[in-house]
């Protein structure tokens, strides 16, 4: 059973770097899509972007400026960064697996518990 | 920037019919994804590729596709299946993921 757990500080202000890791466990970060989604406070979902084959990536054309998405093989986790963040940031951030079906990327299978960040001075 | 549509709320009473729809212009080309989402839960995986169903989804839970319109369907709706409902799919490059506002699934 693969299992992913978000880390972090769980406030940031503004105008400085969100920054956070997500672990798997129960198997390899090698293969299949790993995403990062997020969602504010009573809103929906927002997807940020993904990484696969442990090196290309995807973002959100609207985040695409300010968000990198990195893995670590060696740690079997993989990164978010996302610069320059607003009070418009604030979301509980989760960190999910992307099937690979063969033709790109399928459902979301797995998913992290999600951690609330919040930017605030 | 590509976007999908779908009504904020549904109503409907135990027993009856919920249909849930989801527009783009891109859904015609593009596989949608359904998830349901309970308070305080991560999402949950309910149709793919438009009207696949999960193991351990129930028989209840369908999805069809006509043109840039797709309907999550739950047949003899219950108490349990109150839930925001989330479309997803991709943009017409295919790469970009895309998520539907939500709909909030009230029964009454």
């Known amino acids: 059973q693969v299992q992913l757990q978000e880390s972090g500080p769980g406030l940031v202000k503004p105008s400085e770097t969100l920054s956070l890791t997500c672990t798997v466990s129960?198997?390899?970060?090698?293969?299949?899509?790993w995403n990062w989604i997020r969602q504010p406070p009573g809103k929906g979902l927002e997807w940020i972007g993904y990484?696969?084959?442990?090196?290309?990536?995807k973002y959100n054309p609207s985040l695409k400026s300010r968000v990198t998405i990195s893995v670590d093989t060696s740690k079997n986790h993989f990164s978010l960064i996302l610069s320059s963040v607003t009070t418009a940031d604030t979301a509980v951030y989760s960190c999910?697996?992307?099937?690979?079906?063969?033709?790109?990327?399928?459902?979301?299978?797995?998913w992290g518990q999600g951690t609330l960040v919040t930017v605030s001075s | 920037s590509y976007e999908l549509t779908q009504p904020p709320s549904v109503s409907v009473s135990p027993g009856q019919t919920a249909r849930i729809t989801c527009s783009g212009d891109?859904?015609?080309?593009?596989?949608t994804y359904w998830y349901q989402q309970k308070p305080g839960q991560v999402p949950v995986l309910v149709i793919y590729?438009?009207?696949e169903r999960p193991s351990g989804i129930p028989e209840r839970f369908s999805g069809s596709s006509s043109g840039t319109t797709v309907t999550l369907t739950i047949s003899g709706v219950q108490a349990e299946d109150e839930a925001d409902y989330y479309c997803?799919?991709?943009?017409?490059?295919?790469?970009?993921?895309?998520f539907g506002g939500g709909t909030k699934l009230t029964v009454l």
């Open positions: 999910v697996r992307g099937y690979s079906y063969g033709f790109g990327q399928d459902y979301f299978d797995y």
């Open positions: 129960g198997g390899s970060v090698s293969g299949n899509y």
């Open positions: 990484i696969y084959d442990s090196g290309s990536t």
């Open positions: 891109a859904l015609p080309k593009q596989y």
């Open positions: 590729r438009d009207s």
């Open positions: 997803q799919s991709t943009d017409t490059s295919g790469t970009s993921v895309v």
